[in-house]
């Protein structure tokens, strides 16, 4: 039966961030004038939406730019899927609250 009641929990957060993937876009796409430039290479980013944020990509560089507060909604969502691993505790590190 646990089985049944993590396939259902998963589903749901699947779709969760599925609709907060779809909001993302749907802000990337009214902001088109707000083109945001790498810092490395000075060419337009690629945006794209993971976990209901919008993650700046230098495709040349391989960079991945986050803004404030978007770390942290990451770390929640592999906290929910996985509980306390290494990866979690990397990020807290990352983000200064260890």
């Known amino acids: 039966m646990s089985d049944s009641w993590d396939d259902m929990r998963r589903a749901k957060e699947e779709q969760y961030f599925q609709e907060q993937n779809n ?3 749907e802000r990337l796409k009214s902001q088109t004038s707000n083109v945001k430039k790498s810092p490395i290479t000075g060419k337009p980013m ?3 939406a993971e976990y209901g944020v919008i ?3 230098c495709e040349d560089s391989g ?7 978007e770390l942290e909604k990451i770390i929640e969502h592999v906290k929910g899927e996985h509980g306390t691993t290494w ?3 990397f990020f807290s590190f990352l983000s200064g609250k260890n």
């Open 87 to 89: 990866s979690e505790k």
């Open 46 to 48: 690629k945006q794209v």
């Open 23 to 25: 909001a993302a876009l």
């Open 55 to 57: 993650l700046d990509l």
């Open 63 to 69: 960079g991945v730019w986050l803004d404030k507060g």
